[in-house]
């Protein structure tokens, strides 16, 4: 079984910055595409960046210029740093495996179970 675990959400101030990892678990051989998504109050879920095994990434426009997106493939892990945020990035930050190459096959669409950002002064 996969399970992939959000963490380092919290309370920042308008400005400030904060780093999310999600990490992998289980008997994990590859994983290729992993992305971040948010859901805000209110709003549908929406992608915010995405790197492939690779290291290319895409970011959504609203996040460009602020947030990073990288990963370490031996520790199975993604990172979201975040910088100059603002109260918008308010939401829950959720990470995604697009397909996770485990020894007894196939996952396909894996998500962690989400970590929550607020944006305050």
């Known amino acids: 079984q996969v399970q992939l675990v959000e963490s380092g959400g919290g309370l920042v101030q308008p400005g400030g910055s904060l780093r999310l990892s999600c990490a992998a678990s289980?008997?994990?051989?590859?994983?290729?595409?992993m992305r971040w998504y948010r859901q805000a109050p209110g709003k549908q879920r929406e992608l915010v960046a995405a790197?492939?095994?690779?290291?290319?990434?895409n970011y959504a426009d609203s996040v460009k210029g602020r947030f990073t997106i990288s990963r370490d493939n031996a520790k199975n892990t993604v990172y979201l740093q975040m910088s100059s945020l603002k109260y918008e990035d308010t939401a829950v930050y959720y990470c995604?495996?697009?397909?996770?190459?485990?020894?007894?096959?196939?996952?396909?669409?894996?998500w962690g179970q989400g970590t929550l950002v607020t944006v305050s002064s």
């Open positions: 289980g008997s994990i051989f590859s994983i290729n595409t």
């Open positions: 790197i492939t095994s690779g290291g290319s990434t």
């Open positions: 995604n495996a697009d397909r996770v190459s485990v020894a007894a096959g196939l996952y396909f669409g894996v």
